[in-house]
């Protein structure tokens, strides 16, 4: 049994063909290597055309600030490492400043705890 202490950065990426998923818990989302990201709890049907193009993943580069922001920092980590595993082409600089805007966004929700919790 693997305790807690045990457990290391990127377990919740899912080794099939390469890396085809990963779970963020956070925010109760799974990101594909298509980078498109789905909601985890698919249990109610669409109401609405909104929800139903919703239900078919949104690409990564199309999420809001505000999704970005409640990511967990851990979660958010791991999600850019994953999108650098599975992109096969990145342009260097425009990558490294959308990148750097998302790492200051994330973990805002973990700081907002900790700084209630003082």
């Known amino acids: 049994m693997i305790g807690k202490g045990n457990i290391t950065k990127g377990e919740n990426m899912v080794l099939m063909n390469g890396l085809d998923y990963i779970e963020l818990d956070s925010v109760g989302s799974t990101l594909t290597k298509d980078l498109l990201v789905f909601p985890t709890d698919c249990s109610e049907a669409p109401e609405t055309a909104s929800e139903a193009e919703e ?4 690409h990564i580069y199309d999420l809001t600030d505000e999704w970005w922001s409640s990511l967990s920092f ?7 490492e994953f999108i650098e595993l599975n ?3 990145i342009i260097e600089g425009p990558f ?7 790492l200051d966004l994330i973990g805002s929700v973990d700081m907002l705890s900790y700084t209630e919790a003082i």
């Open 55 to 58: 239900m078919m993943g949104v």
């Open 74 to 80: 851990v979660d958010g980590t791991d999600v850019l």
């Open 87 to 89: 992109t096969h082409e």
């Open 96 to 102: 490294k400043v959308w990148k750097e805007k998302k």
